[in-house]
């Protein structure tokens, strides 16, 4: 007989920073929390997950600006 249930214990570990990655990929500028400019490199941002199985994910955000677009057309 099919076991109607399942029993499972999740747990995620998330590393977050918002900043600048610079050219060579090896050093990512942000903001911390008393509002100064820090640096921190790549490698330091991953050696706590080295040989583990992650999901890695990345996004660029960026703001465009159409109000002079739109003031033109009027």
């Known amino acids: 007989m099919a076991q109607n249930y399942t029993y499972k214990k999740n747990t995620t570990e998330k590393f977050n920073i918002k900043g600048l990655l610079s050219d060579d990929c090896k050093v990512i500028t942000y903001i ?35 109000e002079d677009e739109l003031e033109e057309e009027e």
């Not at 929390?33 to 955000?61: H, Y």
Request: charged share 35%.
């Open 32 to 66: 911390d929390g008393d509002k100064e400019e820090q640096t921190i490199t790549v490698d330091k941002c991953f050696s706590k997950f080295g040989g583990m199985p992650i999901e890695f994910t990345l996004a660029i955000k960026s703001t465009e600006d159409l």
